[in-house]
T-cell receptor, first 115, second 108 residues
Framework: EAGVVQSPRYKIIEKKQPVAFWCNPI?????LYWYLQNLGQGPELLIR????????DSQLPKDRFSAERLKGVDSTLKIQPAELGDSAVYLC?????????????FGEGSRLTVL | GQNIDQPTEMTATEGAIVQINCTYQ??????LFWYQQHAGEAPTFLSY????GLEEKGRFSSFLSRSKGYSYLLLKELQMKDSASYLC?????????FGKGTRLHILP
C-alpha cells in the first residue's frame, strides 16, 4: 500500500515569491492534516480536513497561506508571498479515523528554504 | 507546544532503560500519542493511550494518568537505532497537538 506522498521534497525560493506543496494521502483516508515543523521543534498544526471540509484552520495564517482539498482526496498548501520565517518542513499526514482518534501517517515532508 | 511539556534532551546507554515523561494540560483531553522521529525523517506512530494504565508493545511501553495530566514512554533494552526524537502529542478537542519533542542520545 502506498504511503502519503508529498511533493516537492525540497524547494528554494526568494522571499515574496509564491510556493505550493502537494499531498496525496493514503487511499481511503478521509482525514488530512498539514503541519509545519521547524528544526528541533514538534509539528505545529496548520489545518485539518475531514473529506473536503476544512474543520480546523484556526492556526493557518490566512493572510498568506491557503489550502484546498478538492474532491476530498489530494490537497494543496500555498504560500503567497513567502517570508524568510516560512522556512521549515511542511508535513502532510492522513488518518482513517476522524476526530483525532487514529494514528497519523506522515509523508516525508516538503522542506522549504526562503532566501 | 500549547502546554505539553517534555524534556528537551536525554542521554542513555545501549542496553539500558529510559523513561521519557510528558505532562499536559487536561482540558479537552481525548487521548495521547507517542511518535518517534529520526533526524530528517517523518514521525512514525508508537502508541495511543486513551485510558489510564500501561500499554506494552515489545520494547516500548506507554503509561497514562488522565487525572494527573501525565504520560511516559518507557524504552527497554536500548539499541543505537533508538537514537531519535520522541514526540508526545495530545488529542485536545479533536485537535492533535504536538509537544516540542525529546531528543534521545544513545551511548555505546
Amino acid at each position: 500500500e502506498a504511503g502519503v506522498v508529498q511533493s516537492p521534497r525540497y524547494k528554494i525560493i526568494e522571499k515574496k515569491q509564491p510556493v505550493a506543496f502537494w499531498c496525496n494521502p493514503i487511499s481511503g483516508h478521509n482525514t488530512l492534516y498539514w503541519y509545519l515543523q521547524n528544526l528541533g521543534q514538534g509539528p505545529e498544526l496548520l489545518i485539518r480536513y475531514e473529506n473536503e471540509e476544512a474543520v480546523d484552520d484556526s492556526q493557518l495564517p490566512k493572510d498568506r497561506f491557503s489550502a484546498e482539498r478538492l474532491k476530498g482526496v489530494d490537497s494543496t498548501l500555498k504560500i503567497q508571498p513567502a517570508e524568510l520565517g516560512d522556512s521549515a518542513v511542511y508535513l502532510c499526514a492522513s488518518s482513517s479515523r476522524t476526530g483525532g482518534t487514529g494514528e497519523l501517517f506522515f509523508g516525508e515532508g516538503s522542506r522549504l528554504t526562503v532566501l | 507546544g500549547q502546554n505539553i511539556d517534555q524534556p528537551t534532551e536525554m542521554t542513555a546507554t545501549e542496553g539500558a532503560i529510559v523513561q521519557i515523561n510528558c505532562t499536559y494540560q487536561t482540558s479537552g483531553f481525548n487521548g495521547l500519542f507517542w511518535y518517534q522521529q529520526h533526524a530528517g525523517e517523518a514521525p512514525t506512530f508508537l502508541s495511543y493511550n486513551v485510558l489510564d494504565g500501561l500499554e506494552e508493545k515489545g520494547r516500548f511501553s506507554s503509561f497514562l494518568s488522565r487525572s494527573k495530566g501525565y504520560s511516559y514512554l518507557l524504552l527497554k533494552e536500548l539499541q543505537m537505532k533508538d537514537s531519535a526524537s520522541y514526540l508526545c502529542a495530545v488529542n485536545r478537542d479533536d485537535k492533535i497537538i504536538f509537544g516540542k519533542g525529546t531528543r534521545l542520545h544513545i551511548l555505546p
